[in-house]
């Protein structure tokens, strides 16, 4: 199973995603999240572990590594990295 967990971000590090980046947008209430990478949406998943899966085959697939950003419901973003429990 995969999940997401927050990490520190280095100061000298940008603080905020680019265009390539992934942004997991989260909705508490509806208990869905978002998949953003480029401005494009990738649609809502049922759970964490769907949408670790989802990120991770698509890095693989592209055999590019962005960061993942996850986002809140307040705007706030925190960096994430995907990790297998």
């Not at 989260?26 to 998949?35: A, D, F, M, Q, Y």
Request: net charge negative.
């Amino acid at each position: 199973m995969l999940s997401y967990h927050f990490i520190d971000i280095d100061p000298e590090m940008d603080q905020e995603p680019i265009d390539d980046d992934y942004v997991i947008v989260g909705h508490p209430s509806k208990k869905n999240e978002l998949v953003r990478c480029e401005g494009k949406s990738h649609g809502s998943f049922q759970d964490e572990n769907e949408i670790c899966h989802f990120i991770m085959d698509q890095m693989e697939k592209e055999e590019f590594y962005p960061n993942i950003w996850y986002q809140n419901e307040r705007g706030n973003l925190d960096l994430c990295v995907i990790e297998e429990e």
